[in-house]
Structures are given as C-alpha cells and as structure tokens.
C-alpha cells in the first residue's frame, strides 16, 4: 500500500509519488518506523518515516480523525442527535464535557455538508424526474423570531435533496409582540428559495415534475431556475396528529413522500418537536443539526 508524505514540500508529492513505485527498493523512501498503542480504541497504529524531508507520520495522519481523542464518540454522536437526544443529555449519557459534545456535533456538520455535496454531484449524472419541495416553521430562541426551513426530497425514495434555513417576521398575533420586544425583522426567505433553487438545479431533470403547496412564491423562483420543468400546486389539508401535524387528513396526500419526510424531522430533531424546551438558539446550530440529519437520514432511515 502506497503512503503519502503529508509534508506539502516534499518532493515526492505529489508527482515523484505518482511516476514511481514506492514499493520498490530502490525507490523506497518512505518507511516503517515503529508504532505507538493507541488507548481509546485499543489498535497499535503503524508509524513511518519519509527520508526525503525527514518528516515522521503514521497511518492515522492522513484520517479524516486525525488528533481526535475520542474519535469513536462520532457515531455515536452522529445516532444520537438523529434521534430525539438533546445535546446535555447526549453528555450526560456518554459521560463526557459538553463542550466535547459541542465539537463532536460541529466537526460532523462540516463532515456531512461535504458528504452531501459528493452525493449531489453522483445525482446530476442521473438527474430526478419527481421531486417535492415546501417550508417546515420553526423559531430561534422564541416564538417571535420564526425561522423557514425549505426541504426538497425525492418523490420515490424520500431522499432529502437540499435544505434552507431563512429568517421570517412574526405574523399573527405575534407580529405586535415581535416588532415591539426586537424591532423589524427582515423577511430573508426569498433570498434563501433563490440560493435553494440554484443549488437544487444540477439535479432536476430539465423536464421533471416539481410539486408543492400554494404557495405563491415558488413559482417565480421556479421559472427563474427550473425554466422547463413542471409545476404542480396542490391545494393545503389539515394536520392529522399522527406525524406531529405534519401528516395529513387525506385518504390520498399527493404530498405524503414531502410530509412523511417532515413527520420525521419533527420526530427525530429535539429542537423542532411540538412541545419542547430545547429550542434553536442560533440559525446556524439548527443548519448544523439538520446537516446531521440529512446524511444519517438518507444513508441510514430510508435504506434500513
């Protein structure tokens, strides 16, 4: 197995590397140097030595987990918080800081994102045909201060596609009280469905079939976007309460792969449950969390 200096400088990477096989005794600059006993996982970890640059390394460096301690809380983190757990519980449970929590739960988020856009780009050399996109409301800190999240999933397979965490004004009763406790709040959902739409774009079918609600801004994005796809409106129903309300009273919901997807969230992110005390304190924790969710949900719910 060829192992790759990690030294930028080294002149064996990356050409050098390439043109010659470092298996080879004659060629052989980098080699085995001892190894060390890793505790947390019980594995002796094979070190090397590259007498190019001199530099030492091991068969960990090159891991996405390089210099985590406590490496084998990802998945579990990952399981958790996918699955109603709270983030102090998740500490308590796993009888660690919260602050290690805190990292593990961020350094996942990133970790998916670029997960996710790997998917994206396998999806664009197949692109979909039926696809089924609306908001789900949730709120940052209070009630007041609402937030929209815009999903898109796979009519067939209840893939998640994309997500779009905007910031909305109060309406209702609540818009007094909101103007009134933090002033105006700007309306930034069409600069989100504008930046959703693009990025949903490389996997939409030119001709395929994007259904949704009445809402009467979607297709203004849509023909901005999706110039040639097809649009189709189905008319809102009332909330059944299986599914957190989000499931429908219909004999037939046209948008039950959306709804079903959205049940799901209400059921398996703590923050966006009905009745709840853990709330969203920034937008960009609930992005975090709904990133989590979005690979283990594709990779793992729809699949099992």
Known sequence: ??????????????????????RSPKFRQIVRKGSFYRARDRRFITKYFCKNCGRHFSASTHSPDYRQKKRDLNSVVVQLISSGTSQRRMALLLQVNPKTVVRKFRIMAARARAEHQVRLSELAQSPLSEIQFDDLETFEHTKCKPLSVTLAVSKKTREILGIQVSRMPASGKLAKISRRKYGFREDERPKGWDLFFRNLRQVVHPGACLESDQNPHYP????????????????????????????????????????????????????????????????????????????????VLIRS
């Open 220 to 299: 203004k994005f849509i023909r901005r976007h999706l110039d040639g796809a097809r649009h189709i409106a189905h008319p809102g129903a009332r909330g059944a309460i299986t599914g957190q309300g989000e499931l429908k009273k219909l004999v037939f919901d046209p948008l039950f792969a959306l709804n079903h997807t959205c049940a799901m969230l209400r059921a398996n992110l703590n923050r966006l449950f009905r009745r709840t005390w853990c709330t969203t304190k920034k937008p960009e924790g609930l992005i975090d969390h709904l990133s989590i969710y979005l690979r283990y949900h594709n990779t």
């Open 1 to 22: 197995m060829r192992r790759r200096c990690p030294n930028p400088n080294c002149a064996l990477e990356p050409s050098l590397q390439d043109s010659v096989d470092l």
